[in-house]
C-alpha cells in the first residue's frame, strides 16, 4: 500500500521558516509539493525528479523555498524561509512512481493528507 506522511506544519510568525517532510513508503519517484489556500484552488509550489535530482519552483516561492530529498530515507523536504501571510494554506506532497518531474496535479498518482502551514502578522 502506498503511503505519503506530511509533518512539520505548524504555525509560524511572517519572515520565519518552517520545514515540511513527506515520507514515502516506496523509493524511485519523483515528488511535489502543492498547497491549497482557504477558498483557492490547489497550485504548484516545488517538486523534485528521481533521477538527477532537478528541482522546479513556483515563482511565488522561488528563492524562498528549497526542496530536496533523502533517498536512503524516502523523504523530501522542503524548507520554507521568508514565509509571508500569503503562504498559508494546506500542503500536500504528491509522488509519482515515474520519477519525472511534473508540475500538474494529474500527473501525480498518490498524495497525502495534508498539513497545514498559517503565516501570522
Known amino acids: 500500500q502506498v503511503q505519503l506522511a506530511e509533518s512539520g506544519g505548524g504555525t509560524v510568525q511572517a519572515g520565519g521558516s518552517l520545514r515540511l517532510s513527506c515520507k514515502v513508503s516506496?523509493?524511485?519517484?519523483?515528488l511535489g509539493w502543492f498547497r491549497q489556500a482557504p477558498g483557492k484552488e490547489r497550485e504548484f509550489v516545488a517538486a523534485i525528479s528521481w533521477s538527477d535530482g532537478s528541482t522546479y519552483y513556483a515563482d511565488s516561492v522561488k528563492g524562498r523555498f528549497t526542496i530536496s530529498r533523502d533517498n536512503a530515507e524516502n523523504t523530501v523536504h522542503l524548507q520554507m524561509s521568508s514565509l509571508k501571510l500569503e503562504d498559508t494554506a494546506v500542503y500536500y506532497c504528491a509522488a509519482d512512481p515515474s520519477g519525472h518531474l511534473y508540475t500538474y496535479e494529474h500527473e501525480y498518482d498518490y498524495w497525502g493528507q495534508g498539513t497545514q502551514v498559517t503565516v501570522s502578522s
Open positions: 516506496f523509493s524511485r519517484y519523483a
